[in-house]
T-cell receptor, first 110, second 117 residues
Framework: EDKVVQSPLSLVVHEGDTVTLNCSYEVTNFRSLLWYKQEKKAPTFLFMLTSSGIEKKSGRLSSILDKKELFSILNITATQTGDSAIYLCAVSVGTYKYIFGTGTRLKVLA | DGGITQSPKYLFRKEGQNVTLSCEQNLNHDAMYWYRQDPGQGLRLIYYSQIVNDFQKGDIAEGYSVSREKKESFPLTVTSAQKNPTAFYLC????????????????FGPGTRLTVT
């Protein structure tokens, strides 16, 4: 059975800290791995990763994929209170099929 | 402004009643999806549609029904047969990626929180 596991489930940090969120997967037909940020309601897209070892970066956020060890990490540096959200990891396993992890709930304290 | 809208934001129903959740997109996406999000669980796929007048069951379709009469619209009906309907429902859309392609990012609506008592 395809599965995506995120860790930790929740995390509380202070502003300025750096955090690393993990996403591991076991799927039969990997196509890509996607990260989303869910603040209140609608998840918003952050990154899509398809190749091992190539870092994707957007401001203070970055992500990388390891297809040999079957995981991805999402790094957030110099965290701000606005980074507080649930971060979702999803793996595309078919044209319309995405397996989602349970998410990591991040809280950044001022 | 392009995007996906869902209505209503909050919905309260008595057990035994059917209820329909609205989802509209103006992104010109062919594919649309319905997910259910429960605390401590990932998003689970209820139904998806790749083209007008065609839709497929996802992992947890029992007790739900959909229609796709227009490209822009993909309403979800939660029927009385759904044993545990209280949840947060998310609609999404995407372009259709080709066979062998990497997949596409999905655009999500703001969700509808359904409470059935």
């Amino acid at each position: 059975e395809d599965k995506v596991v995120q860790s930790p489930l929740s995390l509380v940090v202070h502003e300025g800290d750096t955090v690393t969120l993990n996403c591991s997967y076991e799927v039969t037909n990997f196509r890509s791995l996607l990260w989303y940020k869910q603040e209140k309601k609608a998840p918003t897209f952050l990154f899509m990763l398809t190749s091992s070892g190539i870092e994707k970066k957007s401001g203070r956020l970055s992500s990388i994929l390891d297809k040999k060890e079957l995981f991805s990490i999402l790094n957030i540096t110099a965290t701000q209170t606005g980074d507080s959200a649930i971060y979702l990891c999803a793996v595309s396993v078919g044209t319309y099929k995405y397996i989602f992890g349970t998410g990591t709930r991040l809280k950044v304290l001022a | 402004d392009g995007g996906i809208t869902q209505s209503p934001k909050y919905l309260f129903r008595k057990e035994g009643q059917n209820v329909t959740l609205s989802c509209e997109q103006n992104l010109n996406h062919d594919a649309m999806y319905w997910y259910r999000q429960d605390p401590g669980q990932g998003l689970r796929l209820i139904y998806y549609s790749q083209i007008v007048n065609d839709f497929q069951k996802g992992d947890i379709a029992e007790g739900y029904s959909v229609s796709r009469e227009k490209k822009e619209s993909f309403p979800l009906t939660v029927t009385s047969a759904q044993k545990n309907p209280t949840a947060f429902y998310l609609c999404a859309s995407s372009i259709i990626s080709g066979r062998g392609a990497a997949g596409s990012e999905q655009y999500f609506g703001p969700g509808t929180r359904l409470t059935v008592t």
